[in-house]
């Protein structure tokens, strides 16, 4: 039961960190910069993390010959998924930035797993997992459909949100997909989510840098110190999420996960909690989280 609480709170961390960084990003200058410093400050943490547990970050290159050039691209896809979270955030809210992405993850994972992309192992698509991602994408039109909310709160989306929103999900589960093959083949995940924060940092550095990106000025308002290490919550995410798949399975340890980041959004809409505005709770989300839920289950342990 403590791991499952530990992926609960593992979870919980991924709204809190796209609701801190959506604070940060008036104070730096535009979502590009908000995304570096977090990139940046996730691997500096993840770096000392491999130094004190190995004591040398030397990447065991040999290990990695014969495996296609994409193992190393991981990082990329991390930072369309933050980048995503934060266009997302301030146009839905926490629970919904939460919500779209859940419903990619679990499309692409079946779909990795019913064709073994990624040199994954091969899970056929079954009649009950099928369902379950059904289940899943029921329970998001639930909550995010309209019927309860008043006023401010039922203000219309463009479809093209939802959309992208599922999108950088997608995108989210194919990270997750390429990372895992970096751990195996580096045969330490922890150095395999430190290259693919590193690459994504680099990344990151080189669009801030180009004469393209449209600029923008920094704001004068201070924010407070902890706003600048929100990497910090997504590399220990990644950690905690290593941890406790070892000891109760991938399959609990991802429903455990995106319970608590579901579950979280929910909560900081509810409150209004790092400065986001107030979405209340209804019953019809709770109906809805409960079947999204249902159906990750079925997904991932049928």
């Not at 910090?232 to 950690?239: I, N, R, T, Y």
């Amino acid at each position: 039961m403590g791991y499952v609480l530990l992926g609960i709170l593992a979870g919980i961390g991924l709204p809190v960190q796209t609701s801190v960084n959506n604070r940060l990003k008036p104070r730096v200058g535009g979502p590009e910069r908000t995304s570096l410093i977090s990139f940046f400050v996730g691997s500096m943490f993840l770096l000392l993390w491999v130094l004190a547990t190995e004591g040398t970050a030397r990447l065991p290159f040999d290990r990695t010959a014969g495996y296609p050039f994409w193992i190393w691209t991981g990082g990329a896809f991390g930072v369309c998924f933050l980048l995503g979270n934060l266009f997302l955030i301030s146009r839905v809210g926490s629970a919904n930035t939460v919500i779209y992405p859940v419903v990619g993850q679990i499309i692409m994972g079946l779909l990795v797993d019913h064709f073994g992309w990624f040199m994954a192992d091969v899970q056929k698509l079954t009649i009950l997992r099928a369902l379950g991602g059904v289940l899943v994408l029921v329970g998001m039109l639930v909550i995010t459909g309209t019927g309860e909310e008043t006023g401010a709160e039922k203000k219309s989306v463009s479809w093209q949100v939802p959309v992208i929103g599922i999108g950088i999900g997608m995108l989210s589960a194919a990270q997750t997909a390429i990372n895992a093959r970096l751990g195996t083949a580096l045969d330490n995940p922890v150095q395999a989510a430190l290259v693919s924060f590193s690459v994504g940092a680099i990344l990151l550095l080189l669009i801030c840098l180009l004469p393209g990106i449209r600029k923008q000025p920094p704001g004068k308002e201070p924010v407070p110190v902890w706003t600048w290490f929100s990497g910090v919550l997504g590399a220990f995410f990644v950690l905690t999420n290593l941890y406790v798949a070892g000891r109760i399975g991938t399959g609990i340890a991802v429903v455990a996960s995106l319970t608590g980041t579901v579950a979280g959004g929910l909560l900081i809409d509810q409150y209004g909690w790092l400065g986001t505005p107030v979405r209340r709770i209804t019953v019809r989300k709770c109906l809805g989280l409960l079947m999204m839920m249902a159906g990750v289950v079925m997904v991932r342990l049928l």
